[in-house]
């Protein structure tokens, strides 16, 4: 294994669909938890419906918008779902609630009870719900090299969804600083520091809590949407495990900034990757296989959110004044 | 394609029964591939371009079968035969289903319940990049298979790794005889209770440490994951006798909870990391545990005890003597913590504890030491149910313990959080909600009804059973 291959590699990871989506569903936590203080375990319960409501609709032959329209509406749903019965509960209890609720999604998703709508464990694969995406794609067909990378321009992993996933996530950054900035933003912010303080000033803590949630969640049914895209939809590669990796990445970015989850999930995957690869050309696979590296990848994954949760709990830009561990 | 269904039809019993679909995370990387037919491999490893179907070849007394001819259909097409260790592994370029046969008189003399395998290869899927095909595995479910047989198709036949254990855990239901509804009701009612039992064994120890130190640990279904694997190492590498392993097995684990304290968590405490903040190292650690596990015990499911029992009838119900010994086991235990909590002075220092911790150590207990035995305490009694829950799914994987960590949740929250009784009756509620939905719900969704519960709770009762009001928000 040549050095130059591992580098291309691991540098693809900084602009990779997977990246972005998982950029994108962490600046939706941090809507949540930077900036509200929610504690929603359920990112992933957010992505994998918005997944299902673009694709299912897509595979129904509906025009791109409404599939769009739909993925926000079931995010809207679970929120409202989810927060009417749980806001007013103590963060513990909030991250139970949503890790059952994104869960209960997925195990109704993988049921074999649904495959006629969501292909059950199989899931929806990419033919039924790609074609419209590939088709508003203004690229020629082919493929195209920039700088090291070389991918198709439109069909399956392709530089149109790396455009469209990246584009998505300046525009949420955009709005997440317009947003932090803003009297709204402030609000929410006096929500995470003093519920009882926000209430005292006659604001709907309730209300706020749950546009947030929606805000937030609307940004992970993008994130499901950019992560399937490229792949298919799968419920279980949609698990809390990667509510726990978005975690991860936004505290590793630094919560409750905004730049922050971009940080993190290039940082992330830059770097599991250039050790993934680095293990896989040095290590002879009879001493370590290559499920064992994968194995080992999500380890030092694990190892890393403890040691940022105990030793900078800021993460790599925030602020330690600014903490929204305040419970 | 539809070739590879209606055999799939014929034998869908078995083929339910049989699959396993293991967890490969994946390399998120792909390049323009360029197309390769199937190959035979000696050993197959996932890339960005080729996903593998592979598996061993045994006999149901686990003894490899050598020589026999292999063959994959499906997108693409080869042949192959197993080595002498009755491994064989195909390397695959095309996303899509694949059909593995052998030959039915091999798959007959062997004892092995079909010859024939769906599964599907999706390379760019965490999930789907290696299939494994086991022909002897046999040990899902005859009921979950039976029940599920009304709609099946390929795609149920993948059972992934959650359900395997989901579905597992109906074993003992009636799966030759009349599936006529009153017997059903009390077969599932009764294996409703024992699942519950075990359920409240590693609820217990959670509550325990939510009660003393304000933490609601993630990690503590990899200790569930942890006695189970200990024991599988007691009694199928080092060939002890059960019992011994099932004791080394909590012995490791009750090491475990005392190295975590000391090394984690009571540093942590004093540091004043904030409950919340731990939470997260829990999710960390269980994050962190559980691809150790896979690391070194892959990511099948791991047999316990090769001897399939006999079982028996109780009126009404099908059951064997393991199950009935695990169930004892597991009221005396929790019997016995009950006692412990509330007629031993160490038991009313520990609720003084939970209630008020500065008052606590006000008053002469020594908080950590206090902490310390509920983690040994905790961990131990994890580590037990995992023995007596890899005794009666007949295996334990890597992440058994992570599926059953939302209903340990569940059955706390609904009793209770932090209450010494609530564990108890929350878990037997929820066990048997769990298992008597699926007479109404498909099976596979039977947990999905446990977790409604959890947020029903906390609608209209948030404090749960035993709760105090106050202990919420």
């Not at chain 1, 869960?103 to 074999?112: A, F, H, K, L, N």
């Not at chain 2, 295996?395 to 932090?418: C, D, E, K, P, R």
């Amino acid at each position: 294994m040549d050095f130059l291959t591992i580098i291309t590699n691991s540098l693809g990871e900084l602009i990779a669909p997977t990246t972005a989506a998982y950029a994108l569903a962490a600046i939706g936590l941090n809507i949540h938890f930077g900036m509200t203080g929610l504690f929603n375990m359920g990112q992933a319960g957010f992505m994998l419906l918005g997944a299902y409501g673009f694709a299912i609709t897509q595979s129904m032959g509906w025009s791109i918008l409404g599939s769009l329209c739909m993925a926000l509406f079931l995010s809207f749903l679970f929120a409202l779902l989810l927060g009417i019965p749980t806001l007013k509960l103590g963060p513990d209890y909030l991250s139970m609630v949503t890790l059952a609720a994104a869960e209960i999604v997925r195990i109704i998703g993988r049921s074999t009870a649904m495959t006629k709508l969501t292909g059950g464990s199989g899931g929806i694969s990419p033919q039924d719900f790609t074609e419209k995406f590939e088709a508003l794609s203004p690229l020629p067909d082919g493929q195209s090299t920039f700088l090291l990378w070389t991918y198709s321009n439109n069909t399956a992993n392709s530089w149109w969804i790396r455009i469209v996933a990246w584009v998505l996530v300046g525009i949420a950054l955009f709005l997440t600083w317009r947003w932090f900035n803003s009297p709204w933003g402030r609000v929410l912010k006096g929500i995470r520091e003093d519920e009882n303080a926000v209430r005292s000033l006659g604001k709907s803590v309730t209300r706020f809590k749950i546009q947030s949630l929606f805000l937030g969640g609307a940004f992970g049914a993008l994130a499901g949407i950019i992560f399937v895209l490229p792949r298919s939809v799968q419920p279980d590669s949609l698990g809390r495990q990667v509510t726990f990796y978005t975690w991860t990445i936004l505290l590793m970015g630094g919560a409750a900034t905004v730049f922050g989850p971009l940080i993190g999930s290039c940082v992330l995957w830059v770097a599991l990757t250039l050790i993934k690869e680095f293990m896989r050309g040095t290590i002879p696979t009879t001493v370590i296989s290559s499920d064992q590296v994968e194995a080992l990848g999500w380890v030092i994954m694990g190892i890393a959110l403890m040691c940022i949760v105990i030793f900078r709990p800021q993460g790599i830009l925030g602020d330690r004044k600014e903490l929204a561990f305040n419970a | 394609m539809t070739d590879a269904l209606s055999t799939a039809r014929r034998h869908r019993l078995l083929i339910l029964a049989c699959m396993l679909a293991i967890l490969v995370p994946v390399a998120f990387l792909a390049f323009p591939s360029t197309a390769r037919a199937a190959q035979a491999t000696p050993t197959c490893n996932p890339t960005a371009t080729n996903g593998c179907v592979n598996g061993i070849l045994q006999d149901s007394g686990k003894q490899p079968i050598a020589g026999v001819t292999v063959t994959l259909s499906g997108k693409e097409s080869a042949t192959t035969t197993t080595d002498a260790s009755g491994k064989w592994a195909f390397s695959v370029t095309a996303d899509g289903s694949y059909t593995v046969t052998i030959d039915k008189s091999v798959a007959s003399s062997h004892g092995l319940p079909g010859n024939t395998e769906t599964v599907s290869i999706d390379k760019s899927d965490f999930s789907k990049q290696r299939a494994v095909v086991r022909f002897d595995k046999t040990n899902a479910s005859p009921a979950a298979s039976s029940k599920a047989s009304g709609s099946a198709s390929s795609s149920n036949a993948k059972s992934g790794n959650s359900s395997s254990t989901a579905n597992s855990s109906s074993a003992s239901s009636a799966s030759g005889s009349s599936s006529n509804f009153g017997q059903r009701f009390w077969q599932q009612l009764y294996s409703g209770l024992i699942f519950g039992l075990m359920l409240a064994l590693m609820s217990v120890g959670m509550n325990l440490v939510y009660g003393t130190t304000g933490l609601s640990s993630f990690s503590h279904g990899e200790q569930v994951t942890l006695g189970g694997l200990m024991t599988y190492v007691g009694t199928q590498m080092l060939h002890w006798p059960l019992i011994v392993s099932g004791i080394f097995a909590i012995a490791i684990g009750a090491l475990t909870g005392l190295i975590q304290n000391e090394v984690i968590w009571a540093p942590l405490r004093r540091k004043h990391v904030g409950p919340l903040q731990q939470m997260i190292v829990t999710i960390g650690l269980s994050m962190v545990l559980q691809y150790l596990f896979q690391f070194f015990f892959g990511g099948s499911t791991k047999g316990i005890v090769t001897s399939v029992e006999r079982g028996f009838q109780i009126g009404p119900i099908t059951t064997d003597r393991a199950t009935l010994i695990s169930a004892a086991i597991a009221i005396v235990v929790i019997v016995t913590v009950t006692y412990f909590l509330y007629h031993t002075r160490f038991g009313r220092a520990t609720r003084a504890v939970s209630d008020n911790a500065a008052l606590a150590a006000a008053s002469g207990i020594n908080v950590e030491h206090v902490v310390r035995i509920v983690w040994i305490l905790s961990c131990a009694l994890a580590a037990l149910s995992g023995v007596l829950m890899g005794i009666y799914l007949k295996g334990i994987a890597w992440n058994t313990g992570a599926v059953l960590l939302l209903l340990m949740f569940s059955a706390v929250t609904l009793g209770g959080l932090g209450t010494a009784p609530g564990a108890l009756v929350g878990a037997l509620i929820i066990g048997v909600v769990a298992d008597m939905s699926s007479l109404i719900i498909p099976n596979d969704m039977r947990y999905a009804s446990a977790l409604a519960i959890l947020i029903i709770v906390l609608l209209f009762r948030p404090q749960g059973i035993f709760g105090k009001a106050q202990r919420v928000g």
